[in-house]
């Protein structure tokens, strides 16, 4: 199996966390773009989804599930998404989509966050991937050099915003050991809106496709 026959396993797999006539929520990527394509295959009927991108909302009306805000659902029970990498904590390093925030703010809301994700993504140590930050455009330059400060080498994601109009720092050879004090540290940087580290509120589940079948982490 190649890398898009994993992400098609694992999207499919994901089913299995959908319960008929629920309100979900929905993340960002190609995975999740496999989760949505599995779902609307599968008919399994759902009330509708809290979506964490416009890419997202766009395809799942595509498919005719009515897209809500999550002020009007309050709490959700599951939210599927995926990630860019993941340790066997389940922590997640998230947003090379760019959804980053909103993500965050799904996976907050729900009571279960399913992670799907192919073998290619379990790390030892996160950081290889560089940590999407997204920041408010005024600040970029004054969070960029607290970035280097930190230790981290922040690139600018230039001609790319993101459906909050904010730009993205992705930041390499930033050290990870301790992600929770990190992503502490990096979200109360002036002018940082959220960073791209899932690790205060890991997933509760990974579900990784490898060549042998759908592994639980
Ligand atoms: C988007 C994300 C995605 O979940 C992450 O980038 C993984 O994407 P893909 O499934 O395409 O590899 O965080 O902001």
Known sequence: MNQDDLKRLVGEAALEYVQPDSIIGVGTGSTVNCFIEALLKSRIHIEAAVSSSEATTALLQAGGIRVVDLNQTGGLDVYIDGADEFDVHRRLIKGGGGALTREKIVAAASKKFVCIADQSKKVGVLGAFPLPIEVIPLARSLVARQLVALGGQPEWRQGFTTD????????????????????????????????????????DLVLMSTQEGIKQI
């Open 164 to 203: 909050n109009g904010n730009w993205i720092l992705d930041v390499h050879n930033m050290d990870l050991v301790d992600p929770v004090a990190m992503e502490k540290t990096i979200n109360n940087l002036a002018g940082v809106v959220t960073c791209g580290l899932f690790a205060m509120r890991p997933a």
